[in-house]
């Protein structure tokens, strides 16, 4: 622009908004940082990737970042939940009390007050998909509109499914549902569309704490990959319904289902 | 599993994993399996006739495959009404997955609508036939193609009719099975749901069926034949009421196997089951299930299969005890399907179903759907007639 | 009998069979595309999966345009925390390098809830080595405070201990442990 329309620019506002019109701060599109190397700028293999996600149960306190972060990610309606977080308490008598109000999306601000014995531990669980190696959902699927993707992502395709519901019935961790506004099966994808773009999940990026660990098994120094090739416990949830798990715990208790 | 070993700790919480709280196959999947029930056990009583030659069932035969086919015609109602997009219910038939046991759907219920109706056309050929003569225009158009346009009514060709109805009542036997053993294998092979999944599911359902059917049947031929005026052939009852018997008590058996080994077990979520059938469940499964809708209709058969009753008593008993199985397995069905789904994936809690009056899963939906096969039944009845006339020269 | 009528049963028998194998044409016809590539499912599925507009832009598109709290933010405590969580996401905020609308701020009371959320001692799940707790009012009347503080009073919200760490320097606190 010449100079008669860039002064006609500064001074038409004030000085601050317009300085903000005239320079272009951010500039072009979303620049995006490399987050798990290897993808960005380049061909994606899809045949030759393999992802992991860990949970660090001891690291987790509740914040319900990644709740609020997966929400505005997908705008998933309301009593519907891609992921959430499940607070622990664990009593002296060895009685365990479980809840999670509104799946954790306002966070934990109070205690429980309706626990009429000592408390002897707690603990949060932040819960998502599995992304089973061998998914029940994928295998009741009557159309073939949920799929295990070659890069080992279980998708759901908006576009065929027909809303059966069978999928949310056979996924044993609970983390399907069915849209009330698309009328479509739906559920956590570990960030896809992120991850094609090398960026962490939404939820991984918003974790103060490091609960939540995302990284790719081909690349070595990976933090998940030094932490399932290293000598810690891990374990995954419902191990005896045999689906084979992508997603680890770190540090779960016996006590979480 | 190590979350706790008495189902005191395990219910202090009541914690449903928040995706849970909602029941996603409500009451119509509760109808679809009755429907399919129904015919299956209608075609029982139509097989029993036209290929093991019960000569006793001959007064219900033709009505039992006009009963059938009115519930068929509507089994893909509740489906549609259930599905999140209906307008892709084509998916089913173009990329049916060969994993899915809901996947069989369009298939198995092709084929079994394309059997069923071909028995009845040629069941009632010489009713057709001497309806084409009887009719102009578009009408006689129609039956013409109902009756392969052939007016050959000779002994050979009736014969011929008798074979061929023998064979598709063979194969449809294995149909009609498949018809509604699928379904109970879509409940039995999730394995994510303990009510559910257990290999005696499909026997469950199948049994269970029959005997709707059967009751079904007897029912309607009583209920019918009286608003009619009509007489009631007892022995025809009689043999139904066996076959009901023994369905019956296979039926209740399985399903008293199914919880039995489940709580002598021990093994896996049992505490969930337990919790849920004692629990949210007291009521429509112990106390309607079992104890009103089973065993008294047990006692009852006993009673009329060792006693000697008088006809008209043994009648009327025959509808009481139909219309208490009927019940039976309408809330046995509601049993395993809601039921199943109020126990959370967490073993933590339970949720709770609430039926709507107008949704489109509603109890006003449900009356709808289950009115209608009636309607078409009364509309068969102007083309095939449910009896044959006194002479009983007619039926095949 | 007929020959005649054998021949038209045998040719609704016929016409079954072709009804059936058109049938399975019509399939193979209305199969989408992309179906099977992979597996038995729309591969193009994968690609629309893909395809999702982004909405967090991480902290990283927040710094381009904010290098002031960029600055401060990134020496923090709370360097861990993404702007989008307490603001709002990027998509809401910019779209092709323009702003389409302003992200919230909270202010006041607003600001304490959101710091109790992860900083109240309440919840007992909060272990030491993962994050500092402090339980209200007692922490205010801890640090001789008015109990009607807000949080962002004394603690600077993108680096919490920057005034604190600051003050201390000043008036030349020194503290056992610190």
């Known amino acids: 622009m010449n100079r008669r329309s860039f002064v006609k620019k500064v001074l038409n506002g004030s000085i601050a908004g317009s300085l903000l019109l005239v320079w272009p701060m951010g500039g072009g599109s979303l620049e995006i940082p490399v987050q798990i190397p290897g993808i960005k700028g380049r061909d994606y293999d899809i045949l030759n990737q393999e992802f992991a996600f860990i949970v660090d149960v001891t690291r987790c306190i509740g914040c319900g970042s990644c709740c609020v972060a997966d929400k505005r990610e997908y705008n998933v309606p309301d009593g519907n939940y891609r992921t959430w977080v499940e607070r622990y308490v664990k009593g002296f008598s060895d009685k365990i009390y479980v809840d999670s109000p509104h799946g954790g999306l306002d966070g934990y601000q109070h205690p429980r007050t309706d626990i009429d014995e000592e408390i002897r531990d707690t603990f949060f669980v932040p819960k998502l998909c599995n992304m089973c190696k061998e998914a029940p959902c994928v295998q009741v699927c009557p159309v073939g509109a949920t799929f295990i993707s070659p890069d080992g992502f279980v998708l759901v395709d908006e576009k065929r499914c027909v809303g059966c519901a069978y999928c949310i019935q056979a996924c044993p961790y609970s983390v399907r549902f069915l849209n009330p506004v698309t009328k479509v099966a739906e559920k956590c994808t570990w960030c896809y569309h992120r991850v094609r773009e090398g960026l962490l999940p939404a939820c991984v990026e918003v974790c103060p704490t490091g609960a939540r660990k995302f990284g790719s098994m081909k690349d070595e120094t990976s933090e998940v990959y030094k932490i399932l090739k290293g000598p810690g416990v891990l374990t995954v949830l419902k191990k005896e319904m045999g689906t084979f798990p992508a997603l680890y715990y770190k540090g779960a208790r016996r006590e979480v289902i | 599993m190590d979350a706790g070993h008495s189902s005191a700790a395990m219910l202090v919480s009541n914690y449903v994993f928040p995706n849970d709280l909602h029941v996603h196959w409500s009451m119509m999947i509760v109808l679809y399996p009755y429907i399919t029930g129904l015919v299956d056990g209608a075609f029982i009583i139509a097989a029993l006739y036209y290929l093991f030659d019960v000569k006793s069932l001959r007064p219900v035969a033709r009505f039992s495959l006009l009963f059938a086919l009115a519930f068929l015609a509507i089994a893909t109602l509740p489906l549609l009404l259930h599905l999140g997009r209906p307008e892709r219910n084509f998916n089913m038939l173009l990329t049916p997955s060969p994993s899915s046991a809901m996947a069989g759907f369009g298939y198995i219920y092709a084929v079994s609508m394309g059997v069923l109706v071909f028995i009845v056309l040629f069941v009632y050929r010489e009713d057709l036939v001497e309806l084409r003569t009887n009719s102009k225009g578009l009408l006689q158009l129609l039956y013409r193609a109902l009756t392969f346009d052939s007016i050959d009514l000779s002994k050979e060709a009736q014969a011929l009719d008798r074979k061929i109805i023998r064979f598709l009542v063979g194969i449809g036997i294995p149909i009609a099975v498949v018809l509604h053993g699928y379904v109970g294998f879509i409940f039995g092979g999730v394995k994510a749901n303990p009510t559910w999944s257990t290999p005696l599911m499909p026997v469950i359902f199948l049994f269970s069926a029959c005997v709707s059917g059967i009751s079904a049947v007897i029912l309607a031929y009583i209920l019918i034949r009286k608003a009619k005026g009509r007489s009631i052939d007892h022995g025809c009852i009689k043999t139904c009421i066996q076959t009901l018997t023994l369905f019956f008590i296979m039926a209740f058996t399985f399903e008293m196997l199914e919880v039995f080994s489940h709580s002598y077990l021990k093994s896996g979520y049992h505490h969930m089951v337990e919790g849920l059938l004692n629990g949210p469940l007291a009521n429509s499964f112990w106390l309607w299930q079992v104890k009103i809708c089973s065993v008294i209709p047990l006692f009852v058969l006993g009673v009329m299969g060792i006693f000697k009753i008088k006809k008209r008593l043994y009648n009327f008993t025959a509808a009481i005890v139909s219309a208490i199985l009927l019940l039976q397995v309408l809330i046995m069905r509601w049993n395993v399907v809601i039921g199943g789904q109020l126990m959370s994936k967490s073993a933590r809690g339970y949720t709770e179903f609430h039926p709507q009056w107008f949704d489109k899963e509603g109890i006003l939906a449900v009356i709808i759907v289950m009115a209608i096969p009636f309607i078409i039944l009364f509309v068969l009845s102007r083309i095939f007639p449910f009896w044959e006339t006194d002479t009983e020269s007619k039926v095949k | ?178």
């Open chain 3, 1 to 178: 009998m007929d020959f005649n009528y054998r021949m038209r049963l045998l040719t609704v028998l016929i016409s079954m069979g072709v009804l059936a194998g058109g049938g399975l044409v019509l399939k193979k016809v209305l199969l989408p595309d992309s179906f099977g590539v992979y597996g038995p499912y729309r591969a193009d599925a994968i690609a629309e999966a893909a395809l999702i507009p982004i909405r967090h832009g991480t902290n990283t598109s927040c710094f381009k345009c904010h290098p002031h709290e960029a600055k401060i933010h990134k020496k923090g405590r709370h360097q861990t925390i993404s702007c989008e969580f307490c603001h709002g996401t990027y998509a809401d905020h910019v779209t092709d390098g323009k702003k389409i609308g302003t992200l919230p701020v909270k202010k006041e009371k607003e600001i304490t809830t959101l710091c109790l959320r992860c900083h109240n001692t309440e919840i007992k799940a909060r272990h030491e080595e993962v994050i500092k707790t402090v339980a209200m009012p007692n922490h205010l009347k801890d640090q001789r405070v008015k109990i009607t503080h807000n949080c962002n009073q004394c603690h600077q919200v993108h680096a919490p201990l920057q005034y604190i760490i600051r003050a201390k320097q000043i008036t030349g606190l020194m503290e056992a442990g610190s």
